[in-house]
C-alpha cells in the first residue's frame, strides 16, 4: 500500500517540519506518517483542515457529534465546571453533583422505569466491557455463576477493549487477538433461531448475555430485518439471558428516537451508550442498568458489590459536558429533527442504488446510512473503497469506509437539506469518477 491510498488534505510543506509521533489508529503508519489530514476546528456539519479547507462531515466525526461542531456552550459548560471541580473520583463513598445530575437525567430518557446508570470514562468500548462484567455479576449475585457465556453477532463492532474486540464480528478487527476473552460466541447477525440453537446447544444454564446493536453501525449500517429484534428479544427472554442493547452509536438521538430501544420496544437489560452522550465534547459513556439487573446491588441489605470502576468514571467534568449536550439537543428538539430528516436522507441517496458501481444503499433509519460499493467493482478493483474515499474528501466531503465494503453517512443532526444533497451530488461524481 502507497500513501496514494489516503489522499491529501491541504498538501504540507514537509520541510524542516518534525518527525510525525502521531500513531494513528486503524491506519499503516508506513505509508500514512507524512500525509495525515490535521483537522483544526469545526462549525456546524463542516470541519477545516490547517490548510484553511472546508469539509462537510458527513461522519459526525465517528458517529458522535450530533449537536455538531463548535459549540461554544459545551466549552462553557466544561470550563465552568473545571473552575470548581475539575475531576474527582468516585470509587467507595466519593460522588459529585454533575454526576448524580447526568444519571438521574439519563433515567428519566431511558424506557427502563426504576434504571440505574454506571458513567464510564473511555466511550463505548469501556462501556461495552462495562456491561459485560456487569451481566456476569449479575448472576452470580444470584447463585448461578456457571451463566458465564457471552454471545455476539457477524458484522457487529462493540468496540476495541478486551471484552468488545472479542463479541466483534468483523473478522479483521478481531482475528488476530482471539482467544481472547473466553466463553464468547457469535452468531449470523440476521438469524434468529440460530441465537436460540446457540443458546440451546451451549445450556442455557451457562449463557450470561446476548450483546446486540439495534442498527449494525461500524459493520456496514445494517437495519433490522423485519422482526428480528422482537425475536431475538423473546428468545432471551424466554431462555433466561440478558439483553444488552449496544446503542453507541444509537443512543440519544441518532435513530430519531432518544434510544433505539425505545424506537424497536426492545425493553432491554442493559443499555450501553457513549458517543451521543456528550456529542463528543467529552469522552465518556453510560451502562443503563434495568431495575432487575440492578436490584440484587442495591436491595436493602444486599452485601454484592460490583468490583469495577476506572479512574475516570463519572468524571464531573465530562458529566456537565454531557448534560449541557442533552440540554442543547432537547432545546433545539434534535431528536425530532433527526426523525424528520430520515426520509430526506433516504430520499436523497436512493439513486445512487442505481450506479453501476452501487450494490445496495442502506438508509431509513434516523441518520444512518452507507453506499455499498458493488461487489464485482471490489472483486475487479480492489482498491476500489479506498480511492473513492479519498476522491470524495478531494470533493470536499469526509466519509470511510467500513468493514472494507460501503460507505459510512451518519452526519451531525444540524445538517441542512442543502449539505445532505451535496453528499449523494459528491458520491455520485466519486463514483461516476471511478466508472471511468
Ligand atoms: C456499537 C458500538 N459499540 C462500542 C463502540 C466502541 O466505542 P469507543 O470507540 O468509543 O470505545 C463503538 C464504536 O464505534 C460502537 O459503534
Not at 479483521?172 to 481472547?180: H, I
Request: hydrophobic share 45%; with cysteine.
Amino acid at each position: 500500500m502507497g500513501s496514494e491510498q489516503w489522499g491529501t488534505g491541504t498538501p504540507k510543506d514537509q520541510a524542516g517540519a518534525a518527525a510525525p509521533a502521531l500513531w494513528n489508529a486503524f491506519a499503516n503508519m508506513s505509508s500514512l506518517a507524512g500525509h495525515a489530514v490535521t483537522i483544526v476546528r469545526g462549525a456546524g456539519s463542516t470541519v477545516f483542515d490547517d490548510g484553511g479547507r472546508p469539509y462537510l462531515d458527513a461522519l459526525a466525526s465517528l458517529w458522535y457529534c450530533n449537536v455538531g461542531h463548535g459549540r461554544a456552550e459545551l466549552a462553557d459548560a466544561a470550563a465552568t465546571q473545571m473552575r470548581q471541580l475539575a475531576a474527582y473520583q468516585t470509587f467507595e463513598p466519593f460522588s459529585n453533583q454533575p454526576a448524580e445530575a447526568l444519571a438521574r437525567r439519563i433515567v428519566d430518557l431511558a424506557p427502563l422505569p426504576g434504571a440505574k446508570v454506571f458513567l464510564t470514562p473511555g466511550g463505548g468500548s469501556d462501556a461495552v466491557d462495562t456491561a459485560a462484567k456487569l451481566a456476569r455479576s449479575y448472576w452470580r449475585a444470584l447463585g448461578q455463576e456457571s451463566k458465564q457465556i457471552t454471545i455476539g453477532r457477524s458484522h457487529a463492532y462493540h468496540g476495541m477493549n478486551a471484552y468488545g474486540t472479542s463479541l466483534g464480528g468483523i473478522p479483521a478487527n478481531t482475528d488476530p487477538f482471539v482467544p481472547l476473552v473466553s466463553h464468547v460466541e457469535h452468531v449470523a447477525w440476521d438469524d434468529a433461531p440460530a441465537l436460540e440453537k446457540a443458546i440451546e446447544t451451549a445450556g442455557a444454564g451457562r449463557v450470561a448475555a446476548f450483546f446486540c446493536e439495534p442498527v449494525i453501525g461500524a459493520g456496514g449500517v445494517y437495519p433490522p430485518p423485519e422482526g428480528y429484534l422482537a425475536s431475538v428479544r423473546e428468545i432471551c427472554r424466554r431462555h433466561d439471558v440478558l439483553f444488552i442493547a449496544d446503542e453507541v452509536i444509537t443512543g440519544f438521538g441518532r435513530t430519531g428516537a432518544w434510544l433505539a430501544s425505545e424506537r424497536f420496544a426492545l425493553d432491554p437489560d442493559l443499555i450501553t451508550t457513549a458517543k451521543g452522550l456528550s456529542s463528543g465534547y467529552a469522552p465518556i459513556g453510560a451502562v443503563i442498568a434495568s431495575a432487575r439487573v440492578a436490584e440484587p446491588f442495591w436491595r436493602p441489605g444486599s452485601t454484592e458489590i460490583f468490583r469495577h470502576g476506572y479512574t475516570y468514571s463519572a468524571h464531573p467534568t465530562a458529566c456537565a459536558v454531557a448534560s449541557a449536550n442533552l440540554d442543547l439537543i432537547e432545546r433545539e428538539h434534535l431528536v425530532a429533527r433527526v426523525a424528520e430528516l430520515e426520509p430526506v436522507l433516504a430520499r436523497t441517496l436512493a439513486p445512487l442504488a442505481g450506479h453501476e458501481l452501487v450494490g445496495e444503499v442502506r438508509a431509513g433509519t434516523g441518520l444512518l446510512a452507507a453506499v455499498e460499493i458493488a461487489g464485482s467493482a471490489r472483486a475487479a478493483d480492489p482498491g476500489i473503497g479506498p480511492r473513492l474515499v479519498a476522491d470524495i474528501r478531494e470533493r470536499g466531503v469526509i466519509t470511510r469506509l467500513l468493514r472494507g465494503i460501503a460507505l459510512q453517512i451518519s452526519p451531525p443532526f444540524v445538517i441542512t437539506e442543502a449539505e445532505i444533497a451535496r453528499i449523494a451530488e459528491v458520491f455520485t461524481a466519486a463514483f461516476d469518477a471511478a466508472a471511468r
